[in-house]
C-alpha cells in the first residue's frame, strides 16, 4: 500500500513564503513523476507544479515565477517552495504521485490527502 503524507500547510501574509513537503511510503520501486495540485472553493482541482523522474519541471500559469517545485528521490519527497504568495493561492494543496510501481503488476497514480494553506493578512 502506498501512502502520501503531505506537511507544511497554514496561515501566511500576503508576501510571505511557504514550504510544502510530500513523501511517498510504501513498498515502492519506482515513481514517474510527483507534483502538487489545489483545489479552491467552488473551484476545480489545478495544477500547481510537477517534476519528472528526469528532473522536467511543468508550472501552473498562475504560479510561474513564485513557486519552484524540487524532489529527493532517495526518499521519494517532493518538496514545493512558495514565495510572493498571494490571497488568490488560497486553497487545499493536494501532493500527487504519477504512475508509481511497486511490483510487475503495472503503475498506478496516488494521492495524498491535502494539506490548507490560507494567505491572509
Known amino acids: 500500500q502506498v501512502q502520501l503524507v503531505e506537511s507544511g500547510g497554514g496561515l501566511v501574509q500576503p508576501g510571505g513564503s511557504l514550504r510544502l513537503s510530500c513523501t511517498a511510503s510504501g513498498s515502492i520501486l519506482s515513481i514517474y513523476a510527483m507534483g502538487w495540485y489545489r483545489q479552491a472553493p467552488g473551484k476545480q482541482r489545478e495544477l500547481v507544479a510537477v517534476?519528472?523522474?528526469?528532473?522536467?519541471?511543468t508550472y501552473g500559469d498562475s504560479v510561474k515565477g513564485r513557486f519552484t517545485i524540487s524532489r529527493e528521490n532517495t526518499s521519494n519527497t517532493v518538496i514545493l517552495q512558495m514565495s510572493r504568495l498571494k490571497s488568490e493561492d488560497t486553497a487545499v494543496y493536494y501532493c500527487?504521485?504519477?504512475?508509481?510501481?511497486?511490483?510487475?503488476?503495472?503503475?498506478?497514480?496516488?494521492w495524498g490527502q491535502g494539506t490548507q494553506v490560507t494567505v491572509s493578512s
Open positions: 500527487r504521485a504519477d504512475n508509481v510501481w511497486v511490483g510487475p503488476q503495472g503503475g498506478h497514480d496516488y
Open positions: 517534476i519528472a523522474s528526469g528532473g522536467i519541471t
